[in-house]
């Protein structure tokens, strides 16, 4: 996709109005991050790292509906680089998307930020981890049992 200047612009403008003014434009400059061929999308991630617990709220809500090739980048370029305070209000998300199974990493990506930020205790993570084994386990003998038909 290409990118007309009026988008590189539009990010800087949005931007420069500055939180809590651009409040209602976080959406849309969320939304310019699932190409990653966007020229701003360092930028936008840059600012949404900056915003911490003010921006949280909408990355959740965008990265909750999104495909999770794209929840993936949101959580590795935005939710991984959180202070202690703003990632404390994505655990409970990380959390479930650490017992989910995709092909994009968003389990293991999740897993690991809980993991190195002791956000939840080793018996929780070892659970998860457990619980995930178990899930593939259970998928290698569903696989195995087809070849055999």
């Known amino acids: ?37 966007h020229p701003q999308i360092e930028t936008i991630y840059a600012y949404f790292i900056h915003l911490g617990r003010n921006g949280v709220n909408n990355v959740l809500q965008v990265a909750k509906a999104a495909n999770s090739a794209w929840r993936f980048t949101l959580i590795f370029h935005i939710i991984a680089n959180y202070d202690d305070s703003a990632l404390k209000i994505c655990v409970s998300q990380l959390q479930e998307w650490a017992q989910q199974s995709d092909d994009d990493g968003c389990d293991f990506e999740s897993l690991r930020i809980l ?8 018996d929780e993570i070892s659970e998860i981890v457990r619980n ?18």
């Open 1 to 37: 996709m290409m990118f007309k200047q009026i988008d590189s612009a539009r990010v800087d403008e949005i931007i420069s109005l500055g939180y809590p003014l651009n409040k209602e434009h976080l959406h849309q400059l969320l939304t310019w991050t699932e190409n990653p061929e």
């Open 115 to 122: 993991s190195a930020h002791k956000l939840l205790s080793e």
């Open 132 to 149: 995930k084994l178990s899930n593939y386990n259970d998928s290698i003998d569903a696989l195995l049992a087809e070849e055999n038909l």
